[in-house]
């Protein structure tokens, strides 16, 4: 319930402009996602298989580190510099750009420091430590609420980032300290033999990463972009928050649980306990819908009018992420397993098949987006993408490890 406290910080704080800039942020975290996608996916079948060999996991664990973070500062160093030209790009006139590049500027620092804390994430995943995972999560989420309570009243908007960067650097911190009590790390340098585990996560990587690119930038263009045309980018950005903190937290754990899972082979994985819990969660957030709006209005303290529209931007948005959630499952699995060009080729046939039909539609003017019109293209696409990888695992996964076996 994080992100509650922190927009009702901002809301009691700071004008609703805020929101329209901090909604310009939708497109810097595809960048970011595209960059996990390439550094951090690849970690899980990686570490997974040091693991299982034990004698060198805590070097691999530390090499592992310093090429993620090299990479990711190298790359953010590019977004840094260039990212005014984004900006202008992707913002409609009347935009406050300069606060937007402002802010962008902030949060990119606070994004290079937390990739180090998503690193060590795996890591408690892969080696089982649940109990410092969540204690991690719970850590997070208190230091987060005191910093915002201090930061946001003074600095305002600049403050979100100035609070994600110190919160970011701490945790980073333990967690290293943490690892190397408990023998999960230890400082070493790339030898010969490590060219072997950089093909491998070149191969996962590679696949995950241009998959996640392709498919954030159709996103960046098909929806972020649309929706600034339409004037919602704030409004989206709360309701599209509260889908992704509230409703899909339970998702998104169990997705690390799979991967966590995959260690074992894919013949000992619980797929059926694992849809078990996506009914259980469909229920449980369908049951919670009388709650939403007065979570808008008396939790987040927007105004009746703003709270009315975000309200009906989750009600028609959310029953979509359904097909999200059965699809996360199986994507999971292709992660976990180093499977990940399942998952690129899926990319390929929603994004340039599915998406490019919407494209050409647009351009000959047969079609005029509204919000009601993104959000159908938007949903409809995930279900697209669950048809797709559902076959993909049911016929030529079972059949790849068949005939391997």
Not at 57 to 80: D, E, H, P, R, T
């Amino acid at each position: 319930m994080y992100q509650t406290v922190k927009t009702l910080i901002i809301s009691v704080n700071s004008s609703a402009e805020v929101f329209d800039v901090i909604g310009q942020m939708e497109w810097f975290d595809l960048i970011d996602e595209t960059l996990r996608a390439f550094l951090i996916v690849p970690l899980y079948a990686i570490l997974n298989e040091a693991f299982k060999r034990k004698d060198d996991f805590a070097q691999m664990v530390f090499k592992s580190l310093l090429f993620v973070f090299a990479l990711y500062a190298l790359f953010s160093i590019g977004v840094f510099v260039y990212g005014a030209s984004l900006i202008r790009a992707m913002n409609p006139d009347g935009m406050n750009v300069d606060a937007v590049k402002n802010y962008f500027r902030l949060e990119t620092v606070a994004f290079v420091v937390g990739i180090a804390t998503s690193f060590f994430q795996v890591v408690f995943v892969v080696v089982g430590k649940d109990v410092n995972f969540y204690l991690f999560l719970a850590a997070k989420c208190v230091l987060s609420v005191i910093a915002d309570f201090i930061l946001i009243p003074r600095m305002g908007i600049y403050g979100i980032a100035v609070s994600n960067i110190t919160v970011n650097a701490v945790l980073a911190a333990v967690c290293f300290v943490l690892l190397s009590r408990q023998n999960c790390i230890k400082p070493s340098w790339f030898q010969k033999k490590d060219i072997s585990v950089l093909k491998d996560w070149g191969r996962i990587g590679g696949f995950s990463g241009v998959q996640h690119f392709i498919n954030n930038f159709i996103y960046a263009v098909m929806i972020c972009k649309m929706v600034n045309m339409v004037a919602e980018q704030g409004n989206y950005w709360m309701a599209n928050n509260f889908i992704w903190s509230v409703l899909l937290i339970p998702v998104m754990a169990l997705a690390e649980v799979i991967k966590h899972d995959c260690k074992d082979g894919y013949a000992k994985l619980n797929q059926k306990a694992y849809y078990v819990i996506s009914l259980a969660v469909t229920v449980l957030c369908a049951a919670s819908v009388p709650l939403w709006k007065p979570y808008y209005s008396i939790l987040e303290k927007l105004p009746d009018e703003r709270a009315d529209a975000v309200f009906s931007i989750t009600l028609k948005l959310a029953p979509f992420y359904i097909a999200y959630a059965v699809c996360s499952i199986i994507s999971s699995i292709f992660n976990g397993l180093g499977k990940t060009h399942f998952n690129f080729i899926t990319s390929l046939i929603v994004n340039f098949v599915y998406y490019g039909i919407f494209f050409a539609l647009y351009k000959a003017g047969k079609i005029t987006f509204t919000m009601d019109t993104i959000i159908m293209m938007f949903g409809f696409g995930m279900v697209v993408n669950l048809v797709i990888t559902f076959i993909e695992e049911k016929v030529f996964l079972r059949t790849k490890i068949k005939t391997t076996v």
